[in-house]
């Protein structure tokens, strides 16, 4: 018997990416976001989620997408916990949570984008779509961010 | 871990900490029988838990040393200062084990039988009283203790210990019989001494009243207490909106409610400073015997609070700060003695309430900071450059011991001089938001002021904006606001912004600047140059450590109390902000970092510092400084000139130059400016770029063409070889480099007659005589500034009569060079001459019209004409020092 596990899936730009349902503290809708001047550019800002601050940091800066077109739809955040400090990813749209086979996860394609690649922990084949299992802690910068990704 | 043996830790450790204290006070007066009695009680508390714990080693090490004591109260004993060094070994053991203890909860293998035979032997040494039992007898009266025990020395059997007691040991139910029948400590303390004035002794009578609380839970209720805070003020907002709401009275009640639950938790967080300096006594007296010194701790002001968590964060500075004094401070006996002070030195512990800071002060009598020795040092090490290092006055070279990497010990002590030295101290202060500051006076002694802020959970802050955007500055750093404009406008040296500011010149930045955001602003807060800046702006003056600057905001809301929240570790390493916190209407901000500010603002500070050093202090500063162009003319080291001279730095298509008879010309703004190369002619390119140095004088431009412009450097001339080769007036150390500065004049010369001049170097007169150059057109201050100083001369340089007339009050000059172009320039310096102190000096006066008779003062020499300039003052040296 296969065992499963749970997923939180969202999309950034045209892709959709899942994150591991234990990790996620909260969806919700960022608003009045205080930029930091002279932080990296993918840091979105600081902002006030009932009495804490979190830290916003913007998945497409991340990822070395385009910024989000002016007449998208307004933005999402997934918010983390880590060492006691809130962060909240910024992306485009939340999906569904989806069960899937642990063991049906496949490596990176050795062609992937080398910052995509330091982000993922692996791609799951769906049936329409491929989705990209995210390393939240190196996609928040948390751990293992070399200059030129932070850049 | 066991709740007994936590609470025997805790109060082990505090009582310790009253031992260390007592027995330092102790050694100095060794008749005071209470002090004897506290220090006596304290250890034997300990050997009793000890015993009723089950802590041999620790137990045995206490009884030795209590019988040591035991000697000492008899009388039987004289205390010398080795046998307390005995006993404060056997306190450090305690220490030790007691550690030990805390860690693992069980007393560490080994033994102490070497330091409890010392002990033992030191007690033993005494020679026997005769009658020791009388003065027993009053210590237990005294003790309050049952009279009944019989003396020491006499082996008893203990029911209690099952076992015989040691030589003075008392058995556990006469110690409980006696303690029962004791008063509280304080109790005994008070009564047996009511006209006492130690704080020590006082302190006692409030313990009763109090109670541990785990520091966690102060913490909790810290910052439950900062979101209550935060919750009123955002409720206060939403309420001050709406017209009228039946929440406001409620609400105001909840405030005011909120405001004292704050100041209450914030009080349960201050301590007195004084358990902070319970150590230090035992570390002076411990140094003073290592370095055979005698040095006396006066504290005062003991009783001062302030937050726990600065408490803990300036213990070791000024620990380090106590052992400094000690050391370099306060000189040995014999040379205090052959300064004619005392030969015990004294170093006075001080701290006092001062508007929202703590001041605490630690001074020496000793001989003070010896200037010249950390100038040089300074120089040695590379803190300061050696041209900055002479331009400094005495108290800004004192303050060069904060620098880091900076240590005067002549010879490393097990004290100090280990590599960390008061720049740890100020690092550690301004982490806090405090600042360090040190005065001294030759042969008098040294004073540090250290000021921190009481608290650090909840600040006051300035809020300002900026390019839209709102940011909080701790009301701490901030000095005053400013609005410049009309009357007291920005004005510029250079690109740097400086404000006129009741006779100071103030450094500016934008905030914009610093934190590289721009548009949305208007006008100060985002200048780059003088285009941007408008006539306005508001200017938030701020003091860090020693530098003050100007930050130029483009708004100023109000003051706000605002409970700091660190920065995620994602931000943390930006310097510009120390947090973040949310303001009343759920707004997030970043706090700035005074610090971090000040950094970026260290740049222009350091250029302006000099032009405030040039107004404080004219005579050092005023003519070394000079920003200097260096750039590369043939061959590969660095040559320069002033940076005033050169009107424009060009890169002309060498395509477009054309020879003529008279050399090389350019088209240059629809005039032929000809052109000069550093290292001769043949050096212009003929195609491609050609880096020019354009130097205009009127109508005359003239182009001197370089290999490459390397870069611009502010630095104190000072030239030291007078060369003779033609177009150098001589070598200059810049940035470390030997570099030429090129004779400008000569280059202008070749390249136009009119400023044809011999380039012969005069021989110096001799001693260096003291020129005064009083010249009103910057271009020939700059000119013949270096030239009169490359000929051996003293130069000062003034640019009004005013100026040169205050130098000359200050001191004497042997000739005035004067320029005769400025409408009664040349009178006034007459006039000025005859009434100072040295009326025979001798005036030269300067035109740009070669023949042109100055007044009554007789002919001009010509600015452009240096031969005759340099005759003129050669000739005026030599009948000065003939008359002399």
């Known amino acids: 018997m296969s065992t499963k596990a749970e997923f939180v899936t969202f999309r950034i730009g045209g892709q959709i990416f899942g994150a591991a349902v234990a990790?996620?503290?909260?969806?919700?809708?960022?608003?009045?976001?205080?930029?930091?001047?002279?932080?990296?550019?993918?840091?979105?800002?600081?902002?006030?989620?009932?009495?804490?601050?979190?830290?916003?940091?913007?998945?497409?800066?991340?990822?070395?997408?385009?910024?989000?077109?002016?007449?998208?739809?307004?933005p999402l955040a997934i918010g983390f916990e880590r060492d006691g400090e809130t962060y909240g990813l910024v992306i485009d749209e939340i999906g569904d949570v989806i069960s899937l086979d642990v063991g049906a996860l496949e490596h990176n394609p050795v062609n992937l984008d080398p910052i995509w690649a330091s982000v993922s922990l692996g791609v799951h084949r769906l049936d329409d779509t491929l989705l990209v299992i995210m390393d939240i802690d190196k996609m928040l910068g948390l751990v293992g961010v070399d200059a030129s990704q932070a850049a | 871990m066991d709740d007994l043996l936590s609470d025997f830790l805790t109060e082990s450790a505090e009582n310790l900490e009253v031992i260390d204290v007592e027995l330092v006070r102790f050694e100095s007066q060794p008749h005071d029988k209470d002090t004897l009695n506290n220090i006596f009680r304290l250890v034997h508390t300990i050997k009793g838990t000890c015993g009723f714990l089950g802590l041999p080693r620790l137990e045995a090490v206490a009884h030795a040393?209590?019988?040591?004591?035991?000697?000492?109260?008899?009388?039987?004993?004289?205390?010398?200062?080795?046998?307390?060094?005995?006993?404060?070994?056997?306190?450090?053991?305690?220490?030790?084990?007691?550690?030990?203890?805390?860690?693992?909860?069980?007393?560490?293998e080994g033994d102490d039988r070497e330091l409890i035979a010392a002990l033992e032997a030191a007690a033993e040494a005494a020679p026997q009283a005769a009658d020791p039992a009388p003065p027993v007898e009053d210590l237990m009266a005294e003790m309050a203790l049952d009279p009944d025990i019989p003396p020491e020395g006499e082996?008893?059997?203990?029911?209690?210990?099952?076992?015989?007691?040691?030589?003075?040991?008392?058995?556990?139910?006469?110690?409980?019989?006696?303690?029962?029948?004791?008063?509280?400590?304080?109790?005994?303390?008070?009564?047996?001494?009511?006209?006492?004035?130690?704080?020590?002794?006082?302190?006692?009578?409030?313990?009763?009243?109090?109670?541990?609380?785990?520091?966690?839970?102060?913490?909790?209720?810290?910052?439950?207490?900062?979101?209550?805070?935060?919750?009123?003020?955002?409720?206060?907002?939403?309420?001050?909106?709406?017209?009228?709401?039946?929440?406001?009275?409620?609400?105001?009640?909840l405030s005011a409610i909120t405001g004292e639950l704050q100041d209450s938790v914030m009080k349960t967080r201050m301590q007195p400073i004084g358990s902070a300096w319970k150590k230090l006594?035992?570390?002076?007296?411990?140094?003073?015997?290592?370095?055979?010194?005698?040095?006396?701790?006066?504290?005062?002001?003991?009783?001062?609070?302030?937050?726990?968590?600065?408490?803990?964060?300036?213990?070791?500075?000024?620990?380090?700060?106590?052992?400094?004094?000690?050391?370099?401070?306060?000189?040995?006996?014999?040379?205090?003695?052959?300064?004619?002070?005392p030969a015990t030195g004294l170093i006075r512990l001080r701290a006092y309430h001062e508007g929202g800071h703590i001041l605490i002060e630690v001074a020496d009598d000793g001989a003070g900071l010896k200037t010249e020795r950390i100038r040089q040092k300074a120089i040695e090490r590379g803190i300061v450059d050696p041209s900055e290092a002479h331009t400094m006055t005495d108290q800004q070279v004192h303050r060069l011991v904060f620098a880091p990497g900076?240590?005067?010990?002549?010879?490393?002590?097990?004290?100090?001089?280990?590599?960390?030295?008061?720049?740890?101290?100020?690092?550690?202060?301004?982490?806090?938001?405090?600042?360090?500051?040190?005065?001294?006076?030759?042969?008098?002694?040294?004073?540090?002021?250290?000021?921190?802020?009481?608290?650090l959970a909840i600040i006051s802050a300035l809020i300002v904006g900026v390019a839209g955007q709102r940011f909080a500055v701790p009301q701490l750093s901030v000095i005053e606001l400013v609005r410049a404009g009309g009357e007291q406008k920005i004005e510029y040296i250079k690109n740097t912004r400086v404000l006129r500011l009741r006779d100071r010149l103030l450094p500016l930045v934008g905030l914009a600047d610093v934190?590289?955001?721009?548009?949305?602003?208007?006008?100060?807060?985002?200048?780059?140059?003088?285009?941007?800046?408008?006539?306005?702006?508001?200017?938030?003056?701020?003091?860090?450590?020693?530098?003050?600057?100007?930050?130029?905001?483009?708004e100023v809301f109000d003051t706000e109390e605002i409970v700091v929240k660190p920065l995620s570790k994602r931000l943390g390493q930006i310097v510009e902000y120390s947090g973040a916190t949310i303001l009343g209407d759920g707004s997030v901000i970043l706090i700035l970092d005074p610090n971090g500010v000040a950094k970026s603002v260290a740049g222009v500070e350091r250029s302006v510092r000099r032009a405030v050093n040039a107004e404080a202090d004219p005579e050092t500063a005023a003519v070394q400084k000079m920003s200097m162009l260096l750039f590369r003319a043939g061959g590969e080291e660095p040559r320069a000139c002033p940076l005033s001279l050169v009107t424009r730095l060009e890169d002309l298509d060498a395509s477009t130059f054309e020879s003529t008879q008279r050399g090389m010309v350019v088209q240059y703004r629809g005039k032929l400016m000809p052109l000069v190369h550093g290292a001769g002619m043949h050096c212009i390119a003929r195609e491609g770029r050609q880096p020019v140095l354009v130097f205009g004088q009127g109508e005359h431009a003239i182009g001197l063409a370089v290999d490459e412009i390397l870069d611009i450097i502010e630095e104190r001339l000072d030239i030291e070889i007078a060369d003779t080769a033609p177009g150098v007036l001589g070598t200059a150390v810049l940035k470390g480099r030997s570099t030429q500065i090129m004779d400008i004049g000569y280059f202008l010369s070749q390249a136009d007659e009119r400023w044809a001049v011999a380039t012969t170097q005069s021989d110096a007169p001799q001693p260096r005589q003291r020129v005064l150059l009083v010249e009103a057109h910057p271009f020939f201050r700059n000119l013949l500034g270096p030239l009169i100083g490359a000929a051996g001369y003293d130069v000062t340089i003034a640019s009004t009569p005013e100026e040169a007339m205050q130098r000359m009050t200050r001191s004497g000059f042997d000739i005035v060079v004067a320029d005769a172009d400025a409408p009664d320039f040349a009178a006034k310096l007459k006039s000025a001459i005859e009434q100072s102190k040295s009326p025979e000096t001798a005036l030269i006066p300067l035109s740009s019209r070669g023949d042109c008779e100055a007044g009554d003062i007789g002919p001009a020499v010509a600015k452009s004409d240096r031969h005759a300039l340099l005759n003129a003052l050669e000739w005026a040296a030599r009948s000065r020092s003939r008359a002399a």
């Open chain 1, 23 to 74: 990790d996620i503290q909260d969806v919700f809708r960022p608003h009045s976001i205080a930029p930091v001047p002279r932080a990296q550019r993918e840091i979105a800002g600081l902002l006030n989620l009932r009495g804490r601050i979190v830290t916003a940091i913007d998945a497409r800066t991340r990822l070395g997408l385009a910024d989000r077109p002016a007449d998208a739809p307004a």
């Open chain 2, 65 to 108: 040393g209590e019988t040591l004591l035991g000697r000492f109260r008899d009388g039987a004993l004289k205390v010398t200062p080795e046998s307390v060094t005995l006993v404060l070994r056997s306190i450090d053991r305690i220490k030790e084990l007691l550690a030990h203890l805390g860690a693992t909860q069980v007393e560490p």
């Open chain 2, 155 to 253: 082996g008893r059997w203990d029911a209690d210990q099952k076992r015989w007691l040691r030589p003075g040991e008392v058995s556990l139910a006469d110690l409980e019989a006696a303690f029962r029948a004791a008063d509280g400590p304080a109790d005994i303390v008070n009564v047996k001494q009511p006209e006492s004035d130690e704080p020590e002794t006082k302190k006692g009578a409030v313990g009763a009243s109090t109670i541990r609380v785990n520091v966690e839970v102060l913490e909790s209720l810290m910052t439950m207490v900062s979101e209550l805070v935060l919750t009123r003020n955002q409720l206060i907002q939403m309420v001050r909106a709406k017209e009228d709401s039946e929440f406001k009275a409620p609400l105001q009640r």
């Open chain 2, 281 to 341: 006594p035992r570390i002076v007296r411990d140094t003073c015997q290592d370095l055979d010194k005698k040095i006396e701790l006066e504290m005062e002001g003991e009783t001062t609070e302030l937050d726990r968590q600065v408490l803990e964060l300036i213990r070791d500075p000024l620990t380090h700060m106590i052992r400094n004094s000690c050391d370099h401070g306060v000189e040995s006996p014999e040379d205090r003695v052959a300064a004619g002070k």
């Open chain 2, 406 to 455: 900076f240590s005067t010990a002549a010879k490393v002590t097990n004290l100090s001089g280990r590599g960390v030295g008061m720049d740890v101290v100020k690092t550690n202060v301004e982490l806090i938001g405090g600042t360090v500051d040190v005065r001294s006076k030759q042969g008098e002694g040294t004073t540090f002021l250290i000021k921190i802020p009481l608290t």
């Open chain 2, 515 to 554: 934190l590289d955001v721009r548009g949305g602003g208007s006008g100060g807060g985002s200048g780059d140059g003088r285009a941007a800046a408008s006539d306005f702006a508001y200017v938030v003056v701020m003091q860090v450590g020693e530098t003050r600057f100007g930050l130029i905001v483009d």
